[in-house]
């Protein structure tokens, strides 16, 4: 047990470092999807991203210190994986098409995803099927050599600028659930599709509901067995879950200190009543750190995670919530920045709803690992 | 980095832990034998001094597993003997130089020692003592001496019917030193590491009260079937979980990088985790856990006095925030 960075991990921390300062800090501020997009193409061309998969996949073959050595570095240089267009492909479709994709499929998805070229979103959730995943309702008909489309995906993240979707459609609707779904890749650039943004409690459209009426998908782009999409699913569930979260802890540390500056301005006796939270919202972030150096500890080793990764879901969302709700009211407090708490305090609440919601994790932790009964 | 125990670190620490349950369970924690017991093999099995140089004894264990020893010892609700022992009272020691050393240490490393521990660097004289048991000596800090009371000179004095060896420890008046040796006080790293143990205790006791609890509820039937399938009882359960988790790895972080920020993180988090599993297994264990007939209230009212030891959370939470507070931080 040892915190110390290797000499190869202090060398590709600066080699990092160093390019990410060279090239990226350049391009803008981030905020619109264009420059993400250019960012990603430009760690695309150094083989930054996709760092962590196997060469054989075109990766990096990074180790996973290595790799949340990157994580903490893009977080750093304004270009966090959390707000990458490609994170889609690089984190979900990506290693679920390494374990479940044909070959043709490996050779045709994985080389555009490695370039940024392709941009992905996915098409999971539904109106009715949002914790309850499996009550997938959007179909998946045959005829001919093609699956054809009926239904709708929602809260589908950055739909509107995707290329791809890779979906669960139901392909039998009289089989059992869990063996009536499959996994398929759906041409976003086709009629038969309309997107519809929704607006966020904060004003903007991040995510739409999606509408597939006659769009096709050819039976080559169903990856793995048709009604097997259940199991290539919870690979893409798994791949989720599995990541360190340490550009998070980099992302709410720079709030953090953001709060430390609105303290700052406070005359000492109103500052001295909001240390105490302080203090606290400051130690709970630490969790967020610690935890992802678990997890890649662990990963490094080769040994289960098992339900870490629940924990650090249901960490992570609400200690943010709990420090952007002390901003929130040390902004009004101190009338600075109000505008930015209030927007990052609605922004906040979906945390603990999207990417597997607080109570499905705590259903998760007390099944799986203190197993309680269901 | 390599933020997880490897398979030897896990062995020697699964070593201890067989040790202490062997001896020690918590409805034999008001037996004076099974405590003596446990704490004697945990001394003749050399885990006691397990941190100390070698030149004293010991095996120098890094912090990080004296660490996992302390949750150990919180497991089986030992208190926070071992925090004295492995951390304080060798650090006097060694501050009292090589004569001093010959004279305390042989008594200590065989588990004879488990008495009174000071709280701070001030060299003033505890008013609590942790762990302290009849049999043994106490030893205490007084005015920048270390003196030791042999068994019998002392008694433990804790609030009225708590029925917890843990309470204030009081001479008799007759009480005469058996050894006195010139000490140092504490110096912060000293202090530091104890808190960090002590801490690592507080988290063993947390994952007892936590481990009992899922097994009763996963047991009492009501409304026909286990209570444990309820999510008002599993969503609370997999909350005290997640903080023992978080709390846990605080400690390790600490222990490897034991700045004053990381261990107040340490004390904060292993505080707010074992408060909360002991609170839930009173919740949850219903109405038993507020009688003597169960074993809930030991580990409660060792959580609720231990909490306090080694400064409060809010000056933990001060010194996390640094420069920004105007308050002087002293722990």
Known sequence: ?374 | MDFRFDKDERDIIDQVGLTLRRHLRPARLLDDASVDGAWRALAEDGWIHAGLAAEFGGAELPLAMVAAIGRESGRVVAGDAYTNNAVLLPALFAGAGPEALADFAPGFLLGDGRGLAPQGGDGEQSSWCFGAEPGFAAYEIDGGRLVRYPAGSWELRGPAGLGLAIGAVTLRADAEPDLTVDATPFDPGTLAAANVVHAAGLVGLGETALADTVEYVGQREQFGGPIGRFQAIKHGLAEVAVWLEVAWNAVLYAALQPSDVAVSIAHLQAVEACDAATRAMVQFFGGIAMTWEHHAHLYVKTAQLSRFRFGSTREHALRVVGELSTEAVVL
């Open chain 1, 1 to 374: 047990m040892n915190l110390e960075e290797t000499p190869r991990e202090h060398a590709f921390r600066e080699e990092v470092r160093d390019w990410l300062a060279r090239e990226i800090t350049s391009i803008g501020t981030f905020e619109r999807f264009a420059d993400r997009l250019e960012a990603d193409r430009r760690l695309a061309g150094a083989g930054y991203l996709g760092y962590h998969w196997p060469e054989q996949f075109g990766g990096g073959g990074g180790t996973p210190n290595l790799a949340a050595i990157l994580d903490a570095e893009r977080a750093e240089a304004g270009v966090p994986a959390s707000s990458s267009p490609s994170r889609f492909g690089i984190n979900l479709l990506g290693p679920t098409l390494m374990v479940h994709g044909t070959p043709a499929q490996q050779h045709e998805f994985l080389p555009p995803i490695l370039r940024a070229e392709a941009v992905w979103c996915q098409g999971f959730s539904e109106p009715e099927a949002g914790s309850d995943l499996a009550n997938v309702q959007c179909a998946g008909r045959l005829e001919g050599d093609a699956l054809v489309l009926e239904g709708s995906k929602v809260w589908t993240t950055q739909a509107h600028e995707a290329d791809w979707c890779f979906a669960l459609v139901r392909t039998d609707p009289k089989a059992p659930r869990h063996r009536n779904l499959s996994f398929v890749l759906i041409d976003m650039r086709q009629d038969g599709i309309e997107i519809q943004p929704l607006v966020q409690l904060t004003g903007q459209a991040e995510f739409s509901q999606v509408f597939f009426e006659g769009a096709k998908v050819p039976l080559a782009q169903v990856v793995g067995e048709i009604g097997e999409g259940w199991k290539v699913a919870m690979t893409t569930l798994g791949a989720e879950r599995t990541f360190a979260q340490l550009s998070r802890y980099r992302q709410y540390e720079a709030e953090a200190a953001r709060i430390g500056d609105m303290l700052r301005a406070l005359e000492p006796e109103t500052r001295d009543k909001w240390l105490e939270r302080y203090g606290r919202a400051r130690a709970d972030l630490t969790g967020i750190r610690n935890l992802s150096y678990k997890i890649t500890s662990l990963a490094t080793a080769g040994e289960e995670l098992g339900a870490l990764t629940s924990v650090t879901k249901l960490w992570w969302s609400t200690t943010h919530q709990r420090l952007v709700e002390l901003g929130y009211e040390i902004a009004v407090e101190a009338d600075l920045e109000v505008d930015l708490w209030y927007r990052l305090w609605l922004e906040s609440r979906g945390e603990t709803i999207y990417a597997g919601a607080s109570q499905i994790q705590k259903n998760i932790i007390s099944e799986r690992i203190l197993g309680l009964p269901r």
